[in-house]
């Protein structure tokens, strides 16, 4: 029997640690969300961002913009948006409508205010070891586990995915844990015989309930990104919940796990900034 790791429960302790520094330090961020589009998934994303800004005294100034808008458009509010004082950060919503360059707008967000922590330049720091934004769902599966309990340094550490948001930023910060980390993916050759090796086994491949226990070594942690509907209207991840749960030693569920850590971290971002002001209280990452 593993524990659950319960991410709606930290999830609201760091947004509740977010709302006491906001209202102690008597700081005014504001965070600009820009959505282009009608695509439904992004707009239920997007007001839950706006529903978390409220909730810690964070200010959110809304960009709803049609489908119809141009590249160019985007990009001149980005820039109008880098250079407005008065936001700290600014997040666009992905996926952009398929006439817009999404490499180009994420390029074009100041990395100072990149609290989606997509900007190559801090991709780069975090892959440097420097004080920078790093992508919310990883940054929010480290404080999973941390606040779980679960000891990092010295583990071996298996992630399946190499996403730029979520695969390769998981595996730079495991390693700047000292974790020893393997990075899989789809063509690497047996896939649970590496993954039976894991202490950690992070789970971000995109595919309905295809971890069982096969790929499990007896007493993992798992830790499971992949948030799926299924025929019967329930979610599920890329982890077989019911096969993995009685091998494991402590697995996230789905929904309830790290889905909600990714808004938590994201105003963790825009409430303490990138990690290099030394005047902020309390640097979780
Ligand atoms: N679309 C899905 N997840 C995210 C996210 O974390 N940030 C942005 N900007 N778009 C997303």
New binding site residues.
């Given amino acids: 029997m593993a524990d659950i790791i319960d991410g709606k429960m930290i999830s609201n302790q760091i947004k509740e640690e977010c709302r006491e520094t906001v209202e102690k330090e008597k700081l005014e961020r504001a965070l600009a969300v820009v959505l282009v589009g009608d695509d439904p998934a992004?707009a239920v994303?997007v007001g839950n961002k706006k529903k978390a800004c409220d909730f810690c005294g964070v200010k959110s100034v809304s960009h709803e913009l049609p489908a119809s808008t141009t590249e160019e458009e985007l990009l001149e509010l980005v820039d109008k948006l880098n250079r407005d004082d008065s936001i700290n950060g600014i997040?666009?919503?992905?996926?952009l409508p398929s006439h817009i360059d999404e490499d180009k707008v994420i390029r074009a967000i100041s990395p100072d205010k990149d609290v989606?922590g997509?900007h190559p330049e801090n991709v780069g720091r975090l892959s440097i070891g420097q004080p920078g934004y790093v992508?919310?769902?990883p940054a929010g599966i480290i404080q999973l586990l941390k606040r779980s309990g679960v000891e990092i340094a010295g583990k071996s550490c298996v992630v399946i995915g190499r996403s730029n948001?979520v695969g390769k930023p998981m595996a730079l910060l495991m390693l700047r844990e000292n974790a020893t980390v393997t990075i899989c993916h789809s063509k690497t050759r047996d896939l649970p015989a590496v993954c039976k090796q894991a202490d950690i086994l992070i789970v971000a491949i995109g595919r309905p309930k295809m971890i069982d226990a096969s790929y499990v070594k007896e007493g993992a942690v798992v830790i499971d990104v992949g948030i799926h509907r299924q025929e019967n209207g329930k979610l599920c991840g890329d982890v077989d919940f019911d096969s993995v749960e009685p091998v494991a030693s402590k697995i996230t569920p789905v929904p309830g796990g790290v889905g909600p850590m990714?808004i938590a971290m994201?105003m963790h971002n825009v409430v303490y900034g990138n990690g290099a002001d030394a005047d902020m209280p309390w640097i979780a990452i």
């Fill in positions: 992004s994303y997040l666009v919503q992905l996926p989606d997509f992508s919310c769902t948001i990714t994201l």
